[in-house]
């Protein structure tokens, strides 16, 4: 299957991380603040404590930002049209 991206630690991204854990896909969740306490995520999704890079996200169908900071947000989302990901 392929693969989806989720960025962020708050709750719209364990709630989105939680929700593709759920499908064939192959979740990739990244918290480059910081990921939330272990009873908090999704089972069997691990964080990956950093920004995504360009090869983290070539080969996502998708990739879900949930981050405050709107320039890290940004340019994440610029590495992910550069992955040719929907974002």
């Not at 630690?9 to 990921?35: C, H, N, S």
């Amino acid at each position: 299957g392929r693969s989806v991206a989720v960025v962020g630690g708050g709750e719209q991204a364990v709630a989105k991380a939680r929700l593709m854990a759920r499908t064939p896909a192959t979740v990739l969740w990244f918290t480059p603040d910081g990921a939330p306490p272990e009873a908090e995520r999704p089972q069997g999704v691990t964080p990956i404590e950093r920004a995504p890079s360009l090869l983290d996200l070539k080969g996502a169908a998708l990739v879900f930002i949930a981050i405050e900071d709107a320039a890290q947000a940004g340019a994440i989302a610029e590495r992910g049209r550069r992955a040719v990901a929907l974002v």
